[in-house]
């Protein structure tokens, strides 16, 4: 019988392209600012981006936009998903909050701007260039997808 290996680089866009962003604004609020700035239309996707470990389950905002003419797909997502957890203490700390990170070498970055289809990098240059201009947004870089470990969690 043979053998067939499936590797996660066989689900990932072979064409796409991380823009990390750097804001403590909402998800939503950050989301209408990029809509606003950058003409597009963000919307929310029905399905979250959710992870599965052992102890905890995580759930990412994910916002989405399709252009037809070009055939580019966004997506938006949040870095961060924040849970209260019950503990067995009683008192004033029974409850703590649980950070748990979409890219976890990525801690300091809350956005993820995924850019899926023919972006050229003139294209990606000049949309981190507008999406620095946003007041509410503190800083905004392109991320080397070939350096990230946890890329497996940014099939969507």
Request: charged fraction near 25%.
């Amino acid at each position: 019988m043979q053998v067939h290996t499936v590797s996660f680089d066989d689900f990932l866009c072979d064409k796409y392209s991380i823009v990390g962003i750097h804001s403590a604004i909402e998800e939503y609020r950050l989301a209408y600012l990029l809509n606003l700035y950058l003409g597009i239309n963000l919307k929310r996707c029905d399905n979250d981006v959710d992870i599965f470990s052992t102890s905890n389950k995580a759930f990412f905002p994910l916002y989405e936009y399709t252009d037809s003419n070009s055939e580019e797909s966004w997506f938006l997502v949040s870095n961060l998903c924040k849970m209260h957890v019950k503990t067995d203490n009683i008192g004033l700390f029974s409850e703590n909050e649980t950070r748990i990170y979409l890219i976890p070498e990525k801690k300091k970055v809350d956005f993820f701007l995924k850019l899926e289809g023919d972006v050229t990098q003139t294209n990606i240059d000049k949309i981190n260039e507008v999406i620095n201009l946003i007041p509410e947004v503190i800083t905004s870089y392109i991320i080397d997808t070939n350096k990230l470990k946890s890329k497996e969690f940014l099939i969507f």
